[in-house]
């Protein structure tokens, strides 16, 4: 079997797979092997003739010794945007799906290997009147969002991500928990983690409000003056995109404006906070009452699009957003399309809104150290179909590398998401002063620097 490792290894794929069941094994000729190592961004599958998903924290910890001691090139895989593949073998953490709900200490035990989704609909089955702090996205993974700093619906009233809520077994050794809240990966394996949840609001007003495009300056114009005076923490919001083609069904071939609302107090609250975008002329109202499971599930289809293209990532926390901002934004995005159609259904530009807010611990509490007073995210992923050749995937590349610039009056002063790291992106700009700390840690508990993680030793 073709792979990386030394004739010294002595056929290391026969051991590895010694180690499990065959109903740990995954092969190219499994029926689950794509859906198994599908990575987000198309070019940074490097299909491994083996993937593995062990079914027990025993099973995979003798696998991950095992590869650790060879030459074989590993990866461990999540459900999220990552990307994580290898050239020889990817373990798939999907078979870590368990879940217990403690009423007494508010807290529940889940599985780090599962997406969101299934979390939201567990909570929801076990204690519908609890929230917990999640990805929005519920297609993404448990583990992936822990360590990369993910956002939530909840970050503007929570401390700002889940990872302040997280609490592992990894708590006996303080500087690893550090480092797990938000350090990129690269110290081991998550397999499950204790989360906090809270009671919470089931009666959230949320959904689109779509806004015929040729009204841009009008929802600029309201963005900014929603944003410059006091929000409510349990009122946050996104704004995109959506092409007239693919909005057929309610009677339109016009580009859309989407501004997706999300209020916690309730209809009555959420109308009066969005009156601005809900009073444009031809604006369509397709928001509703729902639970926090019923939010996430409206980004349901977000999965789809999973491997299909070759994706360039630019996640950009930002302090302020101005009526020229969203302007400027919105116009770079339609250029694209001007430039290269297929680049253009492969590129997609999202600010979320009113979705962060200081840590009450600072930035020394988590791995981390987000700048002060950042609140929004602008989203930028360029991109192009798989089977695009290296010119249109280096334009992609490109687009993204130069986004930040020709967006951002102030480029000089840009942060970087941990959880959109890519090899274009400086370590210190992201990580800044635990740049050191972090690369110490690796080599603490990496010490061959086999894993694979954003800050390398």
């Not at 062990?54 to 003798?62: C, I, N, Q, R």
């Not at 650790?68 to 994580?84: H, K, M, N, R, V």
């Not at 680049?343 to 979320?352: P, R, S």
Request: charged share 20%; glycine share 8%.
């Amino acid at each position: 079997m073709a792979g990386s490792a030394t004739s010294a290894d002595a056929d290391p794929f026969t051991t590895l797979r010694s180690l499990l069941r065959p109903d740990e094994i995954i092969t190219p000729q499994s029926p689950d092997y794509k859906a198994s190592i599908q990575t987000w961004a198309a070019q940074k599958q490097a299909h491994p003739p083996l993937a593995i998903r062990p079914t027990s924290v025993e099973a995979l910890s003798k696998a991950i010794a095992y590869l650790y001691a060879t030459s074989l090139d590993f990866a461990i895989y999540g459900q999220g945007f990552s990307s994580a593949s290898a050239k020889d073998v990817v373990v798939n953490t999907s078979a870590f799906d368990d879940f217990h709900f403690d009423p007494q200490a508010e807290v529940v035990t889940i599985g780090a290997g599962q997406p969101w989704s299934a979390v939201y609909r567990k909570l929801a089955e076990t204690a519908p009147e609890y929230a917990i702090v999640g990805a929005r996205t519920p297609c993404v993974g448990v583990a992936g969002t822990i360590v990369s700093g993910g956002f939530s619906w909840l970050s503007s009233e929570c401390e700002g991500r889940q990872i302040r809520r997280s609490v592992v077994w990894a708590s006996t050794e303080p500087e690893l928990l550090w480092a797990l809240r938000g350090g990129g990966g690269g110290f081991g394996v998550l397999a499950q983690v204790k989360l906090r949840v809270f009671r919470y609001p089931q009666n959230i007003w949320a959904g689109p409000i779509l806004v015929p495009r040729e009204r841009l300056e009008d929802v600029a114009e309201g963005i900014e003056r929603f944003l410059v005076g006091p929000v409510d923490p349990k009122i946050t919001m996104f704004m995109y995109v959506v092409k007239g083609r693919l909005l057929e069904s309610i009677g339109t071939d016009s580009d859309m404006l989407v501004i997706h609302t999300f209020d916690a107090n309730g209809e009555e609250h959420g109308r009066k906070a969005f009156r601005w975008a809900l009073d444009i002329p031809g604006a369509i109202d397709q928001t509703k009452i729902t639970t926090l499971a019923g939010v996430a599930n409206l980004q349901e289809k977000v999965c789809i699009v999973k491997g299909s293209m070759k994706q360039f990532w630019q996640p950009l926390l930002v302090q302020e957003i101005s009526k020229e901002t969203v302007i400027k934004a919105i116009k770079w995005f339609e250029e694209i399309h001007k430039i290269d159609g297929s680049l253009g259904d492969c590129t997609y530009l999202i600010f979320e809104l009113l979705c962060s807010r200081d840590l009450a611990g600072g930035s020394s509490s988590s791995a981390w150290p987000r700048p002060k007073g950042g609140k929004h995210i602008l989203l930028i992923g360029a991109g192009c179909p798989a089977d695009a050749g290296p010119s249109k995937e280096k334009l992609a590349r490109d687009l993204a590398i130069e986004a930040p610039s020709k967006l951002l009056e102030n480029s000089t002063d840009v942060h970087v998401l941990p959880n959109g790291f890519e090899d274009y992106h400086d370590p210190t700009k992201i990580w800044g002063p635990h740049v050191a700390k972090l690369q110490s840690l690796r080599v603490q508990y990496d010490p061959r620097g086999r894993f694979k993680g954003a800050v390398n030793p």
